[in-house]
T-cell receptor, first 110, second 117 residues
Framework: QQKVQQSPESLTVSEGAMASLNCTFSDGTSDNFRWYRQHSGKGLEVLVSIFSDGEKEEGRFTAHLNRASLHVSLHIREPQPSDSAVYLCAMRGSNYQLIWGSGTKLIIKP | NSKVIQTPRYLVKGQGQKAKMRCIPEKGHPVVFWYQQNKNNEFKFLINFQNQEVLQQIDMTEKRFSAECPSNSPCSLEIQSSEAGDSALYLC???????????????FGPGTRLLVL
């Protein structure tokens, strides 16, 4: 069964400092990874999609994928208090549905 | 920003009652997914459609859950006899395709929060 583990569970970062989140996945068969975030009481907003090893930048959000290490990360440059949310990584599974990490609660302190 | 519409936003039911929620996918998106998100941020895939056809569904869905995506009408997910354990956020997502690459990005609605008393 494909699984995704996400860390840390929670993260507090000062405004303007880099925030880094991580996910490891159970096997290297997927080539389709995404980072979403969910503000409290809201739906999911897609941030970055990445389909090959290396780096993908979308504004202040940069994802790094290393399939050999079974690892995908998200780095948020110059985070602001409005970036406080739960961040979720997702891997597309063999049956096309998304397999989710457990989420990182990110708090950005002014 | 996602244009997936879900109604109602909140739903309160008693145990044994039916609970029905609806989803209008983004225009032009033929693929629709339903997920259940519990309070621990654990997601469970329930069912997905391409146009009106069911592609995959999990065992739980086959028993008390039913879903459809009729032509020219909202998609719906219905729980025939609600249980306390069904209390969760039900998320609908749509995508252009399911074949990989940017076109299979799933865009989510705000969800329907179901509380079963």
């Amino acid at each position: 069964q494909q699984k995704v583990q996400q860390s840390p569970e929670s993260l507090t970062v000062s405004e303007g400092a880099m925030a880094s989140l991580n996910c490891t996945f159970s096997d290297g068969t997927s080539d389709n990874f995404r980072w979403y975030r969910q503000h409290s009481g809201k739906g999911l907003e897609v941030l970055v999609s990445i389909f090959s090893d290396g780096e993908k930048e979308e504004g202040r959000f940069t994802a790094h994928l290393n399939r050999a290490s079974l690892h995908v990360s998200l780095h948020i440059r110059e985070p602001q208090p409005s970036d406080s949310a739960v961040y979720l990584c997702a891997m597309r599974g063999s049956n096309y549905q998304l397999i989710w990490g457990s989420g990182t609660k990110l708090i950005i302190k002014p | 920003n996602s244009k997936v519409i879900q109604t109602p936003r909140y739903l309160v039911k008693g145990q044994g009652q039916k609970a029905k929620m609806r989803c209008i996918p983004e225009k032009g998106h033929p693929v629709v997914f339903w997920y259940q998100q519990n309070k621990n941020n654990e997601f469970k895939f329930l069912i997905n459609f391409q146009n009106q056809e069911v592609l995959q569904q999990i065992d739980m869905t086959e028993k008390r859950f039913s879903a459809e995506c009729p032509s020219n009408s909202p998609c719906s997910l219905e729980i025939q006899s609600s249980e306390a354990g069904d209390s969760a956020l039900y998320l609908c997502a749509s995508s252009l395709s399911r074949t990989g690459g940017p076109q299979d990005t799933q865009y989510f609605g705000p969800g329907t929060r179901l509380l079963v008393l």
